[in-house]
């Protein structure tokens, strides 16, 4: 059998390390064998210190997960119905698993899970690159269990699902298969994507809180949009909504950050197609706000490309999400583009110097007149009519006498 304890005490740093000892003798001492397994043995075998420590307890009881974080001096940080936990420990965390067997009732249901051998726990994962495990068991320090070859497909640089209905026991897996794609380099092997294109329609299944989920994660790979165009590729974006695409200038676009992201797949959606997609996604806040805002601006160029005075650029910009603005300044067409530039380094900034009291201090009655005023001296400070603060006030003034006169 091959051991790698070696490549553990090369790849891990000494801290994880020495967390992975400590867990190794509490569960010895309760009888439980415990496994490093999934992600952790892939970045392992890849020559990557691991993101996160996965471990499997295999024979444990339900107490075991709490009598593990008292061996270990931490507290329990969470945990979850299916077995289980984050542990922290210091600066450490371990994620860990109670051993556990799934069964599905149906597309997209939640497993229904029971104790199960390092066999079943392996068999229930997603891909064989992260259906490894290594023993840490003192005796068996380090051994690999391999029983998916997921080596072999490391070696290969291939994506390959475990099982034929594998996408539609858990749907989110079309995501995740993209994902470690993308952010690995790899390509999926032929039978894994007939199965993605074919198990596309399984997303039908699942909440739009599971699909968002999974997109938030690929916005925060450091390749999120080749991911995006992979899975525009492979049919899994339109089955969010029909009109969701990445259009292949958006790629060639520098962007950074979650809403920058989002706001360049949201760009081939109309306003109509945007509250579609929030409605699928059940988007709230932030990412509402971007979707909605990016179609708001599409159906906006037209406009900017227009011969349009500054006030109008900026009555049609503000508000809407800076990311939302910021693709189309580098996306839209010369015209529309020069004039989302133009609000973006310079109209966002611009302020008139007076407030609502030094209006009603000029003379102004308070009331809806005052808030009038001031659009009317911040329109003419865009345009450039009024270019200091004595110009404004020289404007608010000729405003008082102008409605004095008419009443």
Do not use: C
């Not at 507290?75 to 599905?104: C, I, K, Q």
């Amino acid at each position: 059998m091959v051991n790698i304890a070696s490549l553990l005490a090369e790849r891990l740093p000494p801290p994880r390390y020495s967390l992975l000892k400590a867990a190794s003798r509490a569960a010895a001492h309760a009888g439980v064998e415990l496994y490093l397994v999934g992600g952790s043995v892939r970045d392992a075998l890849l020559g990557n210190p691991p993101a996160d420590l996965d471990v499997s307890a295999v024979g444990a009881a339900d107490g075991f997960i709490d009598t593990l974080a008292r061996a270990l001096g931490g507290e329990v940080a969470s945990r979850s119905r299916f077995g289980t936990a984050r542990l922290r420990a210091g600066r450490a965390s371990l994620d860990v698993a109670l051993a556990r067997r799934e069964t599905y009732s149906g597309p997209g249901a939640l497993p229904s899970v029971e104790p199960g051998s390092l066999e079943d726990d392996l068999a229930r994962r997603d891909f064989s690159i992260n259906a490894m495990a290594v023993s840490l068991t003192p005796a068996a320090w380090g051994e690999l269990t391999d029983s998916f070859d997921g080596a072999g497909d490391l070696e290969r640089r291939i994506v390959r699902v475990l099982h034929p209905s594998s996408f539609q026991d858990d749907p989110t897996r079309l995501f995740r298969a993209v994902r470690y794609a993308g952010r690995l380099g790899f390509r999926l092997d032929g039978r894994t994507e007939v199965l993605l294109r074919a198990g596309a329609a399984f997303l039908d299944a699942i909440s739009g809180d599971r699909i968002r989920h999974e997109l938030e994660r690929i916005f925060e790979e450091e390749q999120a949009l080749s991911i995006l165009l992979m899975a525009d590729r492979l049919g899994l974006l339109k089955r969010l909504h029909p009109a969701l695409r990445v259009v292949d200038e958006a790629a060639e676009v520098e962007v950074k950050g979650e809403a920058a992201i989002l706001a360049g797949l949201a760009r081939s959606l109309s306003a109509e197609d945007a509250a579609g997609l929030s409605a699928r996604l059940n988007l709230s806040g932030e990412w509402a706000r971007v979707v909605t805002d990016t179609a708001a601006v599409r159906e906006s160029l037209g406009e900017l490309g227009a011969d349009i005075p500054p006030s109008r650029v900026y009555a049609v910009l503000h508000g809407r999400h800076e990311a939302s603005i910021a693709v189309w300044a580098a996306l839209a067409g010369p015209g529309a583009a020069e004039n989302i530039g133009l609000y973006l380094t310079s109209l966002s900034r611009v302020s008139t110097s007076l407030s609502g009291r030094d209006v009603i201090d000029m003379g102004m009655s308070e009331g809806p007149a005052v808030g009038d005023v001031l659009r009317d001296v911040l329109k003419a400070r865009l345009d450039g009519v009024v270019d200091s603060a004595d110009a404004e006030r020289e404007m608010v003034r000729r405003r008082i006498s102008a409605m004095r006169s008419g009443a």
